[in-house]
């Protein structure tokens, strides 16, 4: 069975850099068969992709977050990892990994990890 | 970006009815449109792929169609566990986007 489970601090203080990571269990990201992802659900809104990366290092970013986003994968540990930088108070929200198949949809998620950036 | 319109916002039902919900997206995107469910204080979970493709362990009672612009998920036989937000997700192009999710209440 897949699991993914996110860690990270779960505050983070303004203009800093958000840095969390995603381990993989029951799947090798190095097997090369799927794309892995972060997602973000703000407080009261949807969902929304933040981008991809795949066991190469090829990585795939939303044009709305590009120029602060950083995805980077250790394929040693089957860990891969998200660092948003320059946080605003706009970046509260919960965090998730998720295999993404195919560059199509995404399963399973991670649990979620909640960060708030506050001074 | 495509945009993803859920309809409606918020549904309350009551016990055995069916459900339907609706996404349209604003060009066409094939079939590449799949629906997620959320419970209160859980991730996401893969309900349908590619606009009607079944999830092996997922229920027989959720089912979805359309392609192009317009799809639907239905949900048949509600009951309580069922209570959750629902989305839709396109991955035709990037980046990858999700309609804004339909609460269903189970009264």
């Known amino acids: 069975q897949v699991q993914l489970q996110e860690s990270g601090p779960g505050l983070v203080k303004p203009s800093q850099t958000l840095s969390l990571t995603c381990t993989v269990s029951?799947?090798?990201?190095?097997?090369?068969?799927?794309?892995w992802s972060w997602i973000r659900q703000r407080p009261g809104k949807g969902l929304e992709w933040i981008g991809y990366i795949y066991y190469t290092g090829n990585t795939y970013y939303n044009p709305s977050l590009e120029s602060r986003v950083t995805l980077s994968v250790d394929t040693a540990k089957n860990q891969f990892s998200l660092k948003l930088i320059a946080v605003t108070d706009a970046d509260t929200a919960m965090y998730y990994c998720a295999r993404d198949r195919t560059r199509n949809w995404f399963d399973p998620w991670g649990q979620g990890t909640q960060v708030t950036v506050s001074s | 970006e495509i945009v993803l319109t859920q309809s409606p916002d918020f549904q309350s039902v009551t016990p055995k009815e069916t459900v339907t919900i609706t996404c349209r997206a604003s060009q066409s995107i094939g079939s590449n449109l799949h629906w997620y469910q959320q419970k209160p204080d859980q991730s996401p979970n893969l309900l349908i792929k590619f606009a009607s493709q079944s999830i092996s362990g997922v229920p027989s009672k959720f089912s979805g169609s359309g392609s192009g612009t317009d799809f639907t998920l239905t949900i048949e036989s509600l009951e309580a566990e069922d209570a959750a937000t629902y989305y839709c997700?396109?991955?035709?192009?990037?980046?990858?986007?999700f309609g804004g999710g339909t609460k269903v209440e189970i009264k």
């Open positions: 029951g799947d090798s990201i190095s097997s090369g068969g799927s794309y």
């Open positions: 997700h396109q991955s035709q192009r990037f980046p990858h986007t």
